[in-house]
């Protein structure tokens, strides 16, 4: 908020609070049939009413500058974010060029795992075929029950 929208907010406000009095006497004079005293109160309220609107005209001014300015610091942020992003682009480049390898990660393998690698695998074994076999929370083994025939009856 710049200082000339808090001058118009401030000025506009307390001239339509000041409005007021001018409108109670107004309204007095009115029901006294006081002509004279009605003219001066309307007199004193335009003037107010009159403040009330160049303080909001200077208000308008303020916030269009406020707005011209928050316009101007985005576009200069957008400017800066795209000349880091040319600066990162640029110097990633540089660092990838023919001349220069691009940066790797390099691995070292012991001699005791060439050695392994250089040894056939392990043949697995083949599964043993045979009953099949239960073990007890103890660890014994215990013979799988027999699985009874099912018999299936049709009646008609």
């Known amino acids: 908020m710049n200082i000339q929208m808090m001058e118009g907010l401030l000025g506009a406000s ?78 990633l480049e540089e660092g990838a060029g023919p001349d220069r390898p691009q940066e790797t990660d390099l691995v070292q393998i012991s001699e005791a795992a060439k050695a392994a690698l250089n040894h056939k695998p392990i043949e697995v074994a083949e599964p043993v075929d045979g009953e099949p076999v239960i073990y007890t929370p103890a660890g014994e083994i215990t013979a799988a029950p027999a699985e009874p025939e099912s018999t299936v009856s049709l009646t008609a």
């Not at 303080?55 to 610091?73: C, F, H, P, V, W």
């Open 14 to 91: 307390s001239n339509i609070k000041l409005s007021g009095t001018p409108m109670s006497v107004y309204r007095q004079a009115s029901a006294e049939g006081d002509t004279e005293k009605m003219k001066r109160a309307l007199g004193y309220t335009g003037e107010c009413t009159e403040k009330a609107v160049k303080y909001q005209e200077k208000l308008d001014k303020g916030m269009q500058a406020e707005a011209k300015a928050e316009r101007e610091k985005a576009k200069l942020e957008q400017e800066a974010a795209i000349e880091k992003r040319r600066e990162e682009h640029k110097r």
